[in-house]
């Protein structure tokens, strides 16, 4: 048995119509940006919530590996 919840995000209201790959990318830039400014807090995890469920996990290896070698091209 699970003991998991899942839940369905709510749209972001500042894609409405858009594909999603825009949304991808910027819930990740804005989820380090909010815990660089704010620390980890919970006002911080709905963009994480966001690029979890969005964005491919490839991808998300992928900025994880330029953040940390400093090179990733966004604004975090």
């Known amino acids: 048995m699970c003991d998991q919840e899942f839940r369905t995000l ?10 999603q790959t825009r949304a991808c990318y910027d819930n990740y830039c804005d989820f380090y940006k909010c815990t660089r400014l704010l620390g980890e807090v919970d006002d911080c995890k709905i963009f994480k919530r966001y690029f979890e469920t969005i964005c491919p996990n490839f991808w998300i290896s992928q900025w994880d590996e330029q953040r940390e070698k400093g090179v990733f091209p966004g604004p975090i």
């Open 10 to 19: 709510r749209v972001d209201p500042r894609y409405p119509f858009q594909n």
